[in-house]
């Protein structure tokens, strides 16, 4: 075994899949269904908004931001979306005006971060509330529905053998995300942001444009995030995606994806769909309720923030004694 693989085995990404083969493990014992191709689509059918958007939320975490407000972002989309569709504009014009609200409300939040210099932390959760409340106010408590079947099936329908159109989405976007990350110049530009924006300054990185991009990038992707969770559930609710920026959060954490910026990897971050995506299959599997799931995914939210601090403070204290 090479040093490479030993290393990577022993890194966070090594625990993370240790944990992921246990919980499959316990899955296999307990349903003899599980391994079925229709529950193991279902796996991801069931969250793949949340995995769409978390893919995002990654560029935005590296690079020592946060963006509170996707959920109310997708939630906005499908309601400007479905509340043109009941005054009778054609569909693929609402939709293509959701998703150009979706990316105005995140160059919205980047242009405060960036720009006058606010915390994202606070204009995020600004946005939270405020694109929730912009949500309710164009359907109030009416729940629209009655779209095309050709929009419905992009949320419900195979194209792909059992693989529907949101899986499709997920996964060209990983490789989107993957190549920016890991082998391009604005993914050393967002590794660099996140460990210091006075550094990147100096290197000559124009943060404010790539912040700017970054959450105008982070509110289209939620957009058609939320179209695609509108077109599965076939109507559109002004609470829709409700609380969905929890789970979200915690993928990114849950893979290694530092808090404070500067570091993580996609690995990580796929390893943690993975294994949060069958915990909450399992625990369904198990006949848990929503909010025990609720609770245990909270709970790892505060373990993922928590666990690589105490795990990097050990290994630090340890090579201090060897030297």
């Not at 792909?160 to 949101?166: Q, R």
Request: glycine share 14%.
């Amino acid at each position: 075994m090479t040093a490479a693989v030993q290393g990577r085995l022993m890194s966070w990404e090594g625990l993370l899949l240790a944990i992921l083969v246990v919980i499959v493990a316990v899955n296999i014992g307990y349903s003899p269904y599980y391994l079925g191709v229709e529950n193991i689509v279902n796996l991801f059918q069931l969250s793949i908004e949340k995995i769409i958007v978390a893919l995002i939320m990654t560029l935005i975490i590296i690079s020592g931001e946060i963006d509170l407000s996707v959920a109310s972002i997708m939630g906005l989309a499908a309601c400007v979306m479905a509340w043109m569709f009941q005054i009778g504009v054609p569909l693929p014009l609402g939709i293509l005006a959701a998703i150009a609200i979706g990316a105005l409300c995140g160059a919205f939040n980047g242009f405060w971060v960036a720009y006058v210099g606010l915390p994202s932390l606070a204009v995020t959760l600004a946005g939270l509330i405020g694109f929730r409340g912009a949500a309710r106010i164009l359907l109030e408590d009416r729940a629209i529905g009655g779209y095309p079947a050709w929009f419905n099936g992009l949320g419900q329908q195979p194209i792909f053998g059992p693989l529907t159109f949101s899986i499709i989405v997920f996964a060209v976007l990983l490789i989107v995300v993957g190549i920016t990350l890991h082998g391009s110049a604005l993914g050393r530009y967002i590794y660099v942001m996140g460990n210091g924006v006075e550094a990147a300054r100096y290197s000559g990185v124009n943060v404010k444009r790539v912040k700017l991009l970054l959450f105008a990038a982070s509110g289209a992707v939620s957009a058609i995030a939320g179209l695609l969770y509108a077109a599965r559930l076939g109507s559109v609710r002004g609470d829709m995606a409700f609380g969905f920026e929890l789970d979200i959060i915690t993928i990114v954490l849950l893979g290694g994806v530092s808090i404070f910026g500067g570091s993580g990897s996609l690995l990580g971050v796929g390893l943690s769909i993975f294994l949060i995506l069958n915990l909450r299959n399992g625990m369904g599997l198990a006949n848990i309720t929503g909010n025990t799931q609720t609770s245990v995914i909270g709970a790892l939210l505060i373990l993922s923030v928590l666990v690589p601090n105490i795990v990097q403070l050990t290994l630090k204290r340890l090579k201090g004694r060897e030297t």
